[in-house]
């Protein structure tokens, strides 16, 4: 969990460097950045609940809020998938 969350730290770094920039490549930079955000929440946040295991669903443990915050932000802000995709048209796949 902790290679997955410092890659995805590394593409928000770089987001953050391009729109302190003000470069054209800040929606390419952002997409890039969201998609392994993304993708490290919720896999993260999978594998905390595996390994807290029934408990970590239960209200005494704040393990569910972080899956199900996950879910939500994966459906409120475009999921991985979505991102990604808009990477490949951007650079012209």
């Given amino acids: 969990m902790m290679v997955k969350i410092e890659s995805a730290r590394s593409a928000v770094y770089y987001a953050a460097c391009v729109a302190a920039e003000e470069s054209d490549e800040l929606a390419l930079a952002a997409s890039m950045a969201k998609a392994a955000a993304s993708d490290t929440?919720?896999?993260?946040?999978g594998t905390?609940?595996?390994?807290f295991g029934g408990v970590g669903f239960t209200w005494e443990y704040d393990i569910h809020l972080y899956f199900k915050r996950a879910r939500s932000s994966a459906s409120l802000l475009g999921d991985a998938p979505?991102?990604?995709?808009l990477v490949a048209q951007a650079i012209g796949l």
């Fill in 48 to 51: 905390a609940l595996q390994i």
């Fill in 41 to 45: 929440y919720s896999f993260c946040a």
């Fill in 82 to 85: 979505y991102h990604r995709e």
